[in-house]
């Protein structure tokens, strides 16, 4: 590390000032990339087709197609009324995603308390295949359990989609929880129990309380993973129209009939709940996402 | 990682209490009862079907002789495997694959990296352009999988709308076409096109992840170190290559086994994108169209199994000779 030439102010001067259009420089390429397909996918969808098609480069929209919110219409309609009855896909996605946070943080935090407080045999195997199952390929789990789920009739239901769904989340919430659990303290649990109170008690009135917001901030984990799920959704549910899911209903709106601004609609509709989340609960997830990384 | 491994304190062991077991007895069965919910679900879902998955590979099955399968029967046979790996374009399905992956890993990282360098210190607006930054991670996949879509779209796409604009090109579909014609200074040549823009997806789209990563592991660094530096008279490219990028050695290990792992076996990107079509077909796609477009169950099975066997040895590669301890 010779640093032969440096010292002098001037150099010091200099190097400021590149350092300064170089950081500025980046800060304005990664708002491009970012906020500008953002602001595409909105704009887009509210303009009107026919403007689109002839002049492709004017993305903004008017006042009066902004009002008229035509595109967001026909996706919200229902099927029967020539819309693409995004309404109901979005009550599908939300009972599967809210029924796979239930199940995945209530299984998991028992799971994750054991794991982080208890010793038992077998442990550390338990352990490691939970973090091998995170890592390993969904497609092939998705052929036998097609054909399992064919077999016993489970797979045109969102409850068999779900059950799918809690392979993949389970492992993400006991990972994350018993690191949470393994930073907290063991003290207070040890007087609670000292003082006399059972195992089981002590996880209801001691540590639930204290985990709170871990246990917030894996349910939106588990409802993200949920919420944007496709492979599955497109095995499994393709055949009932009655069951998609809003990632599957929007694949499926990907054809030559239907206008891109009307596809956007449906981008910006299943896109929306997901970023409110993210920004409202913002600290809590990357918090939660670095120490106990989640799956993308 | 930044995680704490603590090894989990076993409470002191009381003296035996009126039940006749120890404290130490009763929170092992207890530990049981809690781990049985989650062991039996996750398990009883992959481990299983993982079973399952060998014994499909080894049979004739065609999707509409589904209701007729008998699991337990033994009539086995390898004609999956020399079907799958026999086929002609069986090596370029791979080199796609673990093309995709190694190119797609390099730039998330990279582009990681770069974003982490430039939140790394205030500046006004800081926290806008990390929110910003984590935009194309948190959007769902089918919804960015048809953003870029329609970006690139030959007709109404403002991509082909400002090239016109600029450069006055053709309509470039660019997900459709194998190569673009390029032709610099009279020099000819092709460049691969949806391969490119497959690349850049997942690029784009898994950055933010490592940028989460490597900026979390950049703020633990001790300022202490670049200060010293900065007084030993090292300029700003010394102090990134000595100081900060050794720091990040571990992190790097990690995130580019992860992020290969998944780059590896994703479907959705490339499926949504361009359906495996012009020279982007990977390995997953391919087992999708032997399930659906064949109708080929054995098939599907035998090369979800090849799958898997290729990422274990690679991970095996991977654990003897680029990363000892970092990773463990």
């Given amino acids: 590390m010779s640093a032969t030439e440096a010292g002098s102010s001037r150099n010091r001067g200099t190097e400021y000032w590149v350092l300064g259009v170089l950081k500025w420089g980046s800060v304005a390429f990664f708002v491009t990339i970012t906020a500008f397909p953002l602001l595409y996918m909105v704009s887009l969808s509210f303009k009107d087709i026919s403007e689109v098609l002839r002049n492709p480069g004017d993305f903004f929209p008017s006042w009066a197609e902004i009002s008229s919110l035509a595109t967001y219409r026909e996706v919200l309609r229902p099927v029967e009324d020539g819309g693409r009855g995004f309404l109901r896909l979005l009550r599908n996605s939300a009972v599967v995603a809210v029924a796979t946070v239930v199940v995945t943080v209530g299984v998991g935090t028992l799971a994750a308390y054991a794991a982080a407080r208890l010793q038992f045999f077998g442990k550390r195997t338990i352990n490691t295949a939970m973090v091998l199952v995170y890592l390993f390929p969904a497609i092939v789990m998705a052929i036998p359990l097609f054909v399992l789920f064919s077999a016993i009739g489970l797979r045109d239901s969102l409850f068999g989609l779900m059950v799918v769904y809690l392979a993949q989340t389970i492992p993400v919430a006991l990972y994350m929880l018993r690191s949470y659990f393994q930073s907290v303290p063991i003290e207070v649990e040890e007087s609670a129990l000292i003082d006399g109170c059972s195992r089981l008690g002590l996880i209801a009135r001691v540590v639930l309380p204290l985990a709170a917001p871990a246990l917030v901030a894996v349910g939106l984990y588990v409802f993200m993973i949920a919420w944007n799920e496709f492979l599955y959704a497109l095995l499994f549910l393709t055949q009932s129209q009655e069951l998609w899911t809003l990632p599957l209903g929007l694949q499926q709106l990907d054809n030559q009939e239907i206008p891109k601004t009307v596809l956007m609609a449906g981008a910006v509709i299943i896109s929306l709940p997901i970023i409110i989340i993210f920004f409202v609960a913002e600290r809590f997830l990357v918090e939660g996402l670095t120490a106990g990384s989640v799956k993308g | 990682m930044k995680q704490r491994q603590r090894p989990a304190p076993a409470l002191p062991a009381a003296p035996a209490p009126a039940g006749g077991r120890t404290l130490r007895q009763r929170d092992q069965r207890l530990a049981y009862g809690l781990m049985a919910p989650g062991v039996i679900i996750v398990l009883g879902l992959v481990l299983l079907p993982l079973l399952w998955n060998v014994a499909l590979s080894l049979r004739e099955l065609r999707l509409i002789e589904l209701r007729d399968f008998n699991p337990l029967s033994t009539e086995f046979t390898l004609e999956n495997y020399s079907e799958v790996i026999g086929d002609r374009d069986f090596l370029t399905l791979l080199r796609t694959t673990l093309l995709y992956a190694v190119l797609g890993t390099s730039l998330s990282l990279l582009l990681g990296l770069w974003a982490a360098l ?180 054995g098939a599907a099975a035998a090369l979800s199994l090849v799958l898997a066997i290729v990422l274990i040895v690679l991970l095996v590669v991977y654990f003897r000779f680029v990363s000892t301890e970092e990773t463990a």
């Fill in chain 2, 118 to 297: 430039t939140v790394r210190s205030a500046f006004p607006g800081r926290f806008i352009v990390r929110g910003l930054i984590l935009f194309p991670y948190v959007v769902p996949v089918v919804a960015a999988a048809f953003l870029w879509k329609t970006m690139l779209n030959p007709q109404l796409g403002i991509v082909n709308a400002w090239l016109q604009s600029l450069f006055d090109t053709g309509n470039v579909s660019f997900l459709t076409q194998r190569s673009f014609e390029v032709n610099l200074l009279g020099l000819r040549f092709g460049l691969p096109a949806a391969f490119t823009m497959i690349v850049l997806f997942e690029g784009w789209r898994s950055f933010p992840f490592a940028f989460l990563f490597i900026l979390a592991r950049m703020q633990a660094i001790p300022g202490e170190l670049d200060e010293a530096a900065k007084v030993d008279g090292a300029g700003a490219v010394q102090r990134l290559r000595f100081v900060t990028l050794p720091q990040l050695r571990g992190v790097f290990a990690v995130l580019f086994l992860l992020r290969f792992i998944w780059t590896f076996n994703s479907f959705d990107e490339i499926f949504l994108l361009t359906g495996g079509s012009a020279g982007t077909q990977v390995v997953s796609v391919q087992i999708f169209e032997y399930l659906f477009g064949n109708s080929d169950i």
